[in-house]
């Protein structure tokens, strides 16, 4: 029992930081699917805007889903919402507050690949190289719409003979860019303040509230948690109940047959089974017929 | 015992995180499978999309079975299944809930598999690059060829050294295409899968929770069981084993005193303990034969009951003279009482 108590201190403890655990984690397996991922731009007029914004908003989408299938409370706060009342009144402030905190855990890594694609660039560029002025930029400035809408969607690929050595196209480049970079660095900035001010303003509303909702998602994470293990522990309990009865009818029948213990220390544990028929007798009958699930 | 029950309660407490951290190794080890695989595409028009799809199809399925064979409760589940039914009934929901909750973890690899090689591009470039569209994206201006021919050449594309079809349409162009393709079914399919798991997931606590928890104590009852009366049986095999060598050795010594004409030596009461274990046998020449006896002719897997105490004083020596002792040397022996 006190081996039980120290584990479930440490759950208690790190229940939270486990869960930062992933979420940071997450975060981390975001940054190098980026950096893994090959990014190759199409370079034709409709599929650029189609796949850039794709890669753009795809991707956090999965990993929303992913931060909420990892976090094991966002089972409980479902569980909690859909059991039947019974002689447990529900507070929907405790449900609220763990749908918000699972929730602002999820979105970590999705915010995060938005803002490493922006501060990277190449989406888009790749989306919107098609959308900029070419009055703008010399080398496309004297261009059929047609063909100018052709360049422009090949601007993204450096290798593309067009535009292997066209100048505009890096000037169309930079502009984009830097454009990407502007908002995502504005993104991070607005979400920080954001954060910081979550931080620093929650004190002042609902404080009392919001330490009750706090106290209560805690204490139902915690008793989900000793149910799943006294189930445990009951189950090997009543296993191994079941397989004592089971040897011990076993030596019932055995005493009828044969001689008893032939030896004291030993004779226990060999619970009057001596022989190679005999056990062969017991697997046999294990196999065959388990015994019912009742130890009464 | 004790140790056994600590560390069945460490595994069965983490059992959720021990479960996950076995999948999170195997689809590392499938991305890894995938960049160590070297893909090489034959560029011949029929063999390209039996290849490609080959490549796409067949390594997830390998892996899937191979997700079930690690899984060591496979033998668990079809030992169940298989069972008569006996004094205890059969839960078919047990069933189902084990063999789900195996094939979620064996689908892991396989999925991996697939997306990071649609996320890769080279299958897909490899599989359809007969099937570019040449009207939108190659050159209006090229002389046009017989289909035969057409897809030769297209067929060539993921090959860069050998195409020869730069006039018909540029070879970037044609894997910028197709790439773009792949990686957009490669995500697409990702967004799938990961909202697939999310609904079945989610959807469980609104339905059948309590279908589901019963589900779920019983199918660790089961394992637990099992792994008990494993236990057992291996403590029982232990206690068995030393009864039946200590009994082979004091048939031995027994032998040896009658053969020899010496009157069994009653150990010295201040010899302690090293006589005893000594066993009787206490020259080379004997450990000899007790070592070519156990080889040439092991002890039946029998063991007799201990001696009966008589009036003489003799009891617990390990000497039943009254006794229709086993002769050692045969395989099969009997005691009844019918």
């Given at each position: ?26 975060a ?55 059991r ?6 529900k ?5 609220r ?55 422009l ?144 | ?100 909750s195996?094939?979620q ?29 040449v ?42 295409y ?44 089961i ?91 003799w009891?617990?020596e ?21």
């Amino acid at each position: 029992m006190d081996r039980f108590r120290m584990i479930f201190q440490y759950f208690q403890s790190n229940s939270e930081s486990v869960m930062n655990g992933i979420c940071g984690l997450l975060a981390l397996a975001s940054v190098k699917m980026y950096t893994c991922f090959d990014f190759s731009c199409p370079c034709l007029p409709w599929y650029n805007m189609a796949y850039s914004l794709g890669i753009m908003f795809i991707p956090p989408i999965a990993l929303f889903f992913c931060g909420l299938i990892l976090n094991r409370q966002s089972l409980v706060m479902l569980e909690e919402w859909r059991r039947p009342q019974g002689r447990r009144k529900k507070d929907l402030a405790v449900i609220r507050y763990m749908c918000s905190s699972i929730v602002q855990r999820a979105m970590v890594a999705p915010v995060i690949w938005i803002v490493v694609t922006l501060l990277d660039g190449k989406c888009l560029i790749c989306a919107f190289s098609g959308s900029v002025d070419p009055e703008k930029f010399v080398g496309f400035a004297n261009a059929s719409p047609v063909q100018v809408q052709q360049l422009l969607a090949k601007v993204p690929c450096k290798d593309d003979e067009l535009m292997r050595n066209n100048t505009s196209r890096k000037a169309v480049s930079r502009y984009l860019r830097c454009w990407s970079q502007a908002l995502g660095w504005s993104i991070l900035l607005i979400l920080i303040v954001a954060a910081f001010l979550t931080c620093w303003l929650r004190p002042c509303f609902n404080q009392a509230t919001l330490l009750q909702a706090r106290h209560w998602s805690n204490y139902i994470d915690i008793e989900q948690k000793i149910f799943e293990e006294t189930c445990c522990e009951h189950s090997r309990l009543f296993a191994h109940t079941c397989i004592l009865h089971f040897f011990e009818s076993m030596q019932q029948e055995i005493k009828l047959h044969s001689f008893s213990l032939p030896r004291e220390g030993e004779g226990d544990l060999l619970r009057g089974i001596t022989d190679q028929d005999q056990m062969n007798k017991l697997l046999k009958m294990w196999y065959c017929e388990k015994p019912p699930l009742d130890v009464s | 015992m004790d140790k056994f029950r600590m560390i069945f309660q460490f595994l069965q407490s983490n059992q959720e995180s021990f479960m996950n951290g076995i999948c999170g190794i195997m689809a590392l080890a499938s991305a890894q499978m995938y960049s160590a695989f070297d893909f090489n595409c034959p560029c011949l028009p029929h063999y390209n999309l039996a290849y490609g799809l080959g490549i796409l199809l067949v390594p997830p399925f390998i892996l899937f079975l191979l997700g079930f064979v690690l899984n060591n409760n496979v033998s668990m589940l079809a030992e169940e299944w298989r069972r008569p039914q006996g004094q205890r009934g059969k839960d078919r929901a047990v069933l189902r809930y084990m063999f789900c909750s195996m094939a979620q973890r064996a689908m892991i690899a396989p999925a991996v598999w697939v997306s990071v090689t649609l996320l890769d591009g080279k299958c897909i470039t490899c599989a359809f690059c007969t099937s570019v569209p040449v009207e939108t994206l190659g050159n209006a201006s090229h002389p046009s060829l017989s289909q035969g021919e057409m897809k030769r050449v297209l067929a060539r594309i993921p090959c860069k050294d050998i195409y020869d079809g730069q006039e018909l349409i540029a070879n970037e162009v044609a894997i910028r295409y197709l790439r773009c393709i792949s990686q957009a079914l490669g995500w697409s399919f990702v967004l799938l899968m990961t909202t697939l798991a999310f609904l079945v997931r989610s959807l469980r606590p609104c339905f059948t929770q309590a279908a589901f928890l019963k589900s779920r104590y019983w199918s660790h009852y089961i394992d637990i069981e099992r792994k008990m009366f494993d236990e057992t049986c291996a403590e029982h095999a232990r206690s068995f084993a030393k009864v039946c060598i200590q009994q082979f050795f004091e048939g031995m010594g027994t032998d040896l005193a009658a053969a020899h004409c010496h009157p069994p030596r009653k150990a010295p009461a201040d010899a302690g303990e090293a006589a005893e274990k000594l066993l009787g046998i206490t020259d080379q020449g004997t450990m000899n034969m007790a070592l070519k006896s156990w080889h040439r002719c092991k002890p039946p897997l029998h063991l007799h009951p201990p001696a009966l105490p008589s009036g003489n004083g003799w009891a617990g020596e390990g000497q039943p003279p009254a006794h229709p002792a086993v002769p050692r040397r045969e395989t099969a022996a009997y005691y009844s009482r019918v």
